[in-house]
């Protein structure tokens, strides 16, 4: 199709077609695109079909058309349980009857599956990720995608059913396809669909392995502690490092989802920084080490959470701005304010992985009307098409300066800090461990 | 921006509310004379009440306005009420269980969504609940309330359609079709897919025969399913009951010179209803419907007794009504009208109002210089020394008066 600096080592978000002169694409985090594509932002989309059934799962209206797969990244989204749960298939789940919690980063689809199946009692946790790391001890189910059921079994866990059959798919806007000439895009697709061995099959995932046999320890632990993945994942494990805490499985080479410590009464485990929050506040977890943005977002949400900030860290410093396009002819929120108030902007889109802290601050500021887009990662790229104004996080603002934004307010500074169930705090033996946890923490900070 | 109501709300307006207000009369009226007793649930309930087996089917679950209350972290989702039975049966089992008997009646809006959003999603309906007591009876009193209501709101052409879940249920059963396929073609038919059971031919001719009769034939009497119970013989003894207890209420029905249709395909989403289920139609517009659901109160861990309800469905109703005149007509309508906006003038409408008001009078200040047709009485505030002039617009008559007791002597005439 001509376009070309699209791979995945490339930031550009922003790409041309050389072939078509009418084409140009965008690069969006998966998840975002199905949505995207349906609210007529976009003609055509790439994305896993998963993605695409839990939009449908919900919305079953949306203007989305999906048009064919492409025959590549080929899994499937399934339902698994821990082996030692107990239960080895649907018949031995619907036997035991209580209230289910099923973890998932598709909890459309989790909650289609529980109500085919009747369950009677259920509650579905959603995750940004890491969904297999979750069963048995802090959910009873999760619905999780994965390339085939082995890769299932070698992660401990029971394949109990496939929901659906996943590989990357174009999909398209009702609309577009109904009114818009896309024939010389589409044919392109249909002559690759058509010639199969042409498709490159994407490299294997690499899916980090969790040790069956620490999992029956979990419960025994008095203190269960989640460390961070991802780009927290590096300072984290310095910093532990320099208090002297020996945690093995979780380095900047190494991700083992259940790590270990030498103190026997702690167990670990590596979740998204994201779901921390949440995770502490229904007792899954009495510590976290996650950023200040992630406490602040679960907390404008759950006022009266019983998660609360421990210990600021001081590491992983990131401020939470509010940002909009260079071409904005305004330089802070009163002239944003005063914009809208003219008439000359009549609905303000904020793009925002932070829907809790964007919709307390717009209130807080007397913007009004906005409505925010909730976005999964990269919504830097909203801007200005998809969206006016940006509330994310920014190191040192040049990812911000690069796609064209400038800053127009900081809302805070936010750091690594531990926090803590307030129950736990109050719980006898816990409270000990805790602290002596807090005071090693504290060697840390300069 | 465009100050718009939310897809598929609708806003009540004063004519709407007068036809919403005399159905609710209606309602209240009857329920009252048949000793039940008004509840009120709150419009928040989790939403593992209503996923409680047995209780909503999954595509009505799939339709409901659930979310997380601010206090939701431990992922406890709450819902809109999506149904009015549920919720009232959680009532009587947190506050009344101790009674042996319980005859609700609420008037109450449910949420559902609806994709388009033409139709309602919110939808109001009057609901009455029999909670304990004997089955026939209770049945037979729930169906005659239902229907004595819709006879006060004088709707034409009214039909009354009985089917019974426990012997729709049992005909399922009787196929033996096997677990996950039952399931099936259980789903299809509560989602109101009747075709599924004419497909789901079974291995016994007598059976085809019998699925084809309830399928094909309207019944006007318990006699029709007498002939139908004698051309079938091997079947469970759940079929047989729950034909025994169809005829029983029938035959009841018969000597109360109740009319009606009975139609098995008649009753959809009646997942909790365990015995007989009704339908009111008025014309071809479903106006109300309900049924027994013993099942639902043990389900939701309370204790095993019997229940029985119904609910009529105010939005298609309303359309239905012709608009019906306010109590206080056009004839007694009286408006005081200061001459002038003068401190005194103003204060001595306001006096002149209350006096009347009273005495019982419906009586409004005029605010605008225009004078709207639709009042009897006008009655001019001025400076004079007799400070009233009362004008009779139906006599064309006018005349001054001195005091509020005079005007109320003139009106009492």
Known sequence: MGIKGYSNKTRRYRLQSRRFSCLSAKVFQEKDIPIQVAIGNYDLGICGLDWVEELLARYPASALVKISSLNYGEGGVYAVASYQAGISNLDGLLAKRYNWRIVSEYPNLAQVFALNLRMKAFKIFPVWGAAEVYPPDSADLAILWARNENEIKEQSLVPLMKLLPVTAFLIANRESLENKDLSQILSCFSNAIASRNNVVTSPSKVIARSEATKQSHWQAKEIKLALPDGHQQLPTAQFLKRVGLNIQGYTEEVLNRRPSSDLDWLGIKVIRPQDMPLQVANGNFDLAITGKDWLLEHLYRFPSSPVKELLDLGFGMVKIVAAVSQDMPITDVADLRSLIQSG????????????????KYLRDNYINPYKVIPTWGASEVFLPEDADLLIDNTQTGETLAQHDLKVIAVLFESTACLIGNKDSLDFPGKKERIEFLMQTLRRGLS | MESKKCKGMRDLLPEDMVRFRHIEDAFRNCCGKYGYQEVRTPTLEYLHLFTAAGTLTP????????????????????????DGTIPVARLYINNLSEHEIAKLFYVTNIFAFEETGRENRERWQCGAEFLG???????AEIISLAKEVVHKLALANIRLQLSHAGLVKALIKELKLGPGKEAK????????????LMEAK???PELDRLLSLLLSLKGKSSGFLQNTKALCQQVSSDFKSSMEDFINITT??????????????????FEYYTGICFQLLADKEKIGGGGRYDDLIPFMSGKNIPA???????????????????KEGTESRILIKGEESTLEIVRTCFTLAQSLREAKRTVEIAFTEREPSNYRWVIAVTKKPSPFVLIDRQQKQRRDVASAAE???????
Do not use: H
């Open chain 2, 59 to 82: 595509s009505m679950l799939g339709k409901v306005y659930s979310f997380l209350d601010w206090n939701g972290w431990s992922g406890e989702r709450v819902v809109l009420r999506p």
């Open chain 2, 202 to 204: 079974s291995t016994r």
């Open chain 2, 185 to 196: 073609v259980t789903s299809r038919v509560l989602d109101g897919d009747w075709q599924a």
């Open chain 2, 407 to 413: 005007i109320l002597n003139i009106l009492g005439r």
């Open chain 1, 344 to 359: 000359k902007l009549t609905l303000l889109r904020v793009a925002s992985e932070y829907v809790n802290i964007a919709d």
């Open chain 2, 252 to 269: 009841l029905l018969d000597s109360l010179s109740c009319n009606y249709e009975i139609d098995i395909t008649a009753i959809r989403g």
């Open chain 2, 133 to 139: 007591g004997t089955k026939l009876a209770a049945d």
């Open chain 2, 308 to 326: 029985c309800g119904f609910a009529l469905y105010i939005d298609p109703i309303m359309k239905l009504l012709p608009l019906v005149g306010s």
